[in-house]
Each structure stands twice: as structure tokens, then as C-alpha cells.
């Protein structure tokens, strides 16, 4: 049969996408007259709206206890070499828990890095652009050793890690000189520099303050691997800063992410975030050989997310934020809210479920959400 | 080079719906504009759009279920 025929039955119909490619492709296969095409396509709509949620259905109790049990079954063991490249990240329960917690910087921030075309095939401009993001200290690049007698710091600089990190002398010695104040001479490989004011305590304390001086780099980016994933370079980080890292050069900033999620909220928004939000909980379960269903995901995502600004699950975001107070204190610190409701003189609308299995009374779910309301005197117009 | 935020993977489409639209929306979905989920008006995709306090947006989302989902937000403060 048309495709054209079909789709445009199909039309009539409020399915998702995925359900109408799924129906279409089906009956493309099928010689159909229009009459049992249009048979076909309504009893699909009433399976489809048989498979729909109910009204009134606990939807947020069976995603907690969704994602709960498979939770039990993760590793609690915090560290996991990922891959070949030796980079640590936490996975398992703790990072599910961080994710949900929505720390500020998760314990092992991490950045997947994709480049631009012309770049992601070459190893030599992917090392480039590398360089371009990994923190470059002095400590990498030169000895540093300090001569008392002629209040100088000499610094034998190491040109194979140079040339490497693609660090240009007269660059390196313009930096020095401008962010610590020192004139800076250079003979044969070596560099001294020497403080303005000759002072032993001055000469220590420039030292010191050279060894944070980033060179060349992100600072918060500490280390920077290439990889070849599916015939292209990828980059991986230790360490988080996609604000700056999409601007680097030869960065295709489009593909590139973190695993930040509060990062991502403040650079790309609320619904990248969302998205950050069901990609990081679903790599954690499914790394852990966990099958659950995105749904229940995509409605703890739509929780956090509901504000327009990422907040956490528990006591300091969705359950604190609930409006009932006897609901806030079954949750957590159950004292202090008591306290502090008696306080202000709140009124419990038991509204919710929990609220009302604490009264004892009929809890607002399935059927007993619905309340009726009948119209007294007469038929309405 | 200029930096499209939208043109991020993680970053869905967006757009601002115009008076008319937004209130065929709320009729159809029998609510008022607070009871939408929120934006924030500092929200680098909001700021990008250029919406303003109190536009409807709508947001077309890659759903791993539906394929396409279209949800809205109202901007706020």
C-alpha cells in the first residue's frame, strides 16, 4: 500500500513518533485496502491507549522503587578504570547517588572532547589541540633550582617536554615576566630570573608563586588523553571547564560534554541539562549491567528540572520543596520542621500520600483521587 | 568563530511561541501559565532565543521513548 496513503491515516491520530514509524513500517509490508487499513490503524489506537499511564497512578512511587532495587545491586566499590585509557571515574552507587545529589563538581569530573573535522583524523593536530586544553605547570616543563649567593632562580628547561607540549621559549619567558615581576635572561637553555627586589624571603615566595603559574592550558583541566573511537581522535579529561573548552580551537564544541551536570545547567540550560541528567543515570546503571527503563529516569530528570535551575532529590531540593509539612518531616530532620511549621502557625492541606497515611485516611491515588462534584437545582443549559 | 548554543547534541529545539499560540496551548492543556514548568530568564538558551519574562516556550525534545517530545516552559525571573 502508498506510504503516503498510510501516513496521512495515520495523522489523524495523536501516537508518538516512534509509535507511528513503528505501525507504518509494519503496514508498508502489508497489501491493505483502505477499509482494513483504517480497521488496523484504530484497534492500534486502542492498544496504544490501553499502554497509557493512568490518571491517578502513583507514577513517582514506582520510579523510586524502579531505580531503587537495581541501586541495590551496584558496586559500592567508588573506583573503575574506564576502558584502556587510565582514567578514573566513579561509577557505580556512588555516582548514581552524585547525580541525584547534584554535587558541585562531581568527584572525578571528566570531559569527553570531539573535534572538528580536519583535526579528528590526524593524531598530530588532535595532540595539538590537546596541548591547547591540558594545564601546563612549570613543574613540567624545567628543574627549578634557586641561587642564594647570586639571588637568582635558574630554571633548566627540559626542550624534548617543550617541543612536546609545543611550549615556545619566547612565549614562556614573556609570561613569566609579566605575572611575577622578574626580569628573566636566557643563556644557553637556561632561564634565570631574578626579583626586583633583591630579598631572600621575595626569592622563595616567587618561586612558590611560579610553580600555580598555568603556562599553557585550562587550569582545571589536569590531564588530557587521545583516543581513536569509531575512526575518529576523541579527547578525554580529568578535570571540567566546557565554557572554556568549547572555545579552544579545533574543538567541535557541539559533540563535546561533561559530566558535570551543574556545569551544563549554567552553559547550555535547563533541558541540556535534563538531557545530561538521564544520559549520566542511564551510563551508571547500564555500566552496571542494570536494565531500567528510561521512563522512570526521565520523570526524576523532569523533577529536578522543573524550577529551570537543577535541584537535588532529597532534603535540600524535591522533597524539601514539598508543600505539606507532615510529608517534609516523614522525609527528613523530621524535629526541625515539626518545630518550625508549629512555628509559623502552617496549615497541612493533605493533599499528597503520605501526609494522609499518617492521618489515616484514604490516600489520593488511583481511585481515590477522584472527588465528585454534583450540581444541585435543575439541569444546567 | 560564533558559538551556537542550540547546535549542542544535549540541547533540544526551542522555540518562543507567539501570544496567540501560547494561549492555544493553555486551553488546550486546562492550565494557567504558572502551573508550566520553568525557564529562567538567565538560562543561556532563553538568553539565545531572546525571550523575555512571561513567553511560553516551546521545546522539542528528542525523547528516547517517543522519539519527539514537545513539552513547554514559561520564562521566569
Request: proline letters at 3%.
Amino acid at each position: 500500500m502508498d506510504i503516503k496513503e498510510i501516513e496521512k491515516e495515520l495523522k489523524k491520530y495523536p501516537f508518538p513518533e516512534s509509535v507511528r514509524r513503528d505501525i507504518r513500517e509494519e503496514l508498508a509490508k502489508l497489501d491493505l485496502n483502505k477499509k482494513s487499513l483504517k480497521k488496523i490503524i484504530d484497534r492500534c489506537y486502542e492498544e496504544y491507549l490501553s499502554n497509557l499511564m493512568e490518571p491517578g497512578e502513583a507514577a513517582g512511587i514506582i520510579a523510586a522503587q524502579s531505580i531503587g532495587e537495581p541501586g541495590t545491586q551496584m558496586t559500592m566499590r567508588t573506583f573503575h578504570y574506564a576502558g584502556v585509557a587510565e582514567i578514573n571515574v566513579t561509577l557505580g552507587l556512588p555516582r548514581l547517588i552524585e547525580i541525584m545529589d547534584v554535587r558541585k563538581t562531581p568527584s572525578t569530573p571528566i570531559m569527553t572532547i570531539r573535534l572538528q573535522d580536519d583535526y579528528s583524523n590526524d593524531r598530530k593536530l588532535a595532540r595539538e589541540v590537546a596541548n591547547r586544553i591540558e594545564a601546563t605547570y612549570i613543574t613540567d616543563l624545567a628543574d627549578i633550582s634557586v641561587d642564594i649567593t647570586g639571588m637568582k632562580i635558574i630554571l633548566f628547561l627540559d626542550e624534548k617536554v617543550m617541543e612536546r607540549k609545543q611550549v615556545d621559549k619566547d612565549e614562556l619567558v614573556k609570561k613569566l615576566s609579566k605575572s611575577l615581576k622578574v626580569d628573566v635572561e636566557e643563556k644557553d637553555g637556561k632561564l634565570y630570573l631574578s626579583p626586583k627586589e633583591p630579598s631572600y624571603r621575595k626569592l622563595l615566595q616567587t618561586v612558590e608563586k611560579m610553580k600555580d603559574i598555568v603556562i599553557k592550558g585550562i587550569k582545571e583541566i589536569r590531564r588530557v588523553i587521545i583516543r581513536k573511537e569509531e575512526g575518529e581522535y576523541v579527547l578525554y579529561t580529568e578535570g571540567s571547564n566546557l565554557k572554556k573548552v568549547m572555545r579552544v580551537k579545533g574543538v567541535d564544541y557541539r559533540r563535546t560534554t561533561t559530566n558535570n551536570i551543574l556545569e551544563i545547567a549554567e552553559v547550555l540550560g535547563i533541558e541540556a541539562a535534563r538531557n545530561a541528567i538521564i544520559k549520566e543515570a542511564l551510563d551508571t546503571l547500564e555500566e552496571q549491567g542494570l536494565n531500567v527503563d528510561v521512563r522512570h529516569i526521565m520523570l526524576v530528570a523532569d523533577m529536578m528540572t522543573n524550577d529551570g535551575e537543577v535541584k537535588q532529590v532529597g532534603r535540600h531540593g524535591v522533597a524539601g520543596e514539598k508543600v505539606s509539612v507532615l510529608s517534609r518531616a516523614a522525609f527528613e530532620v523530621t524535629v526541625n520542621h515539626l518545630l518550625e511549621a508549629a512555628i509559623r502557625g502552617d496549615t497541612d492541606n493533605l493533599s499528597g500520600v503520605t501526609e494522609n497515611v499518617i492521618v489515616g485516611q484514604a490516600i489520593k491515588l488511583g481511585t481515590g483521587d477522584v472527588e465528585l462534584i454534583s450540581k444541585l437545582g435543575g439541569r444546567s443549559k | 568563530m560564533k558559538i551556537k548554543l542550540q547546535e549542542h547534541i544535549l540541547v533540544p529545539k526551542h522555540e518562543i511561541l507567539s501570544k496567540e499560540e501560547a494561549e492555544k496551548v493553555l486551553t488546550v492543556l486546562n492550565i494557567k501559565k504558572h502551573q508550566l514548568p520553568k525557564i529562567r530568564k538567565e538560562d543561556p538558551i532563553a538568553k539565545e532565543i531572546g525571550a523575555k519574562v512571561g513567553d511560553v516556550i516551546k521545546i522539542t525534545r528528542n525523547s528516547l521513548t517517543a522519539k519527539e517530545a514537545v513539552v513547554y516552559r514559561v520564562v521566569v525571573e
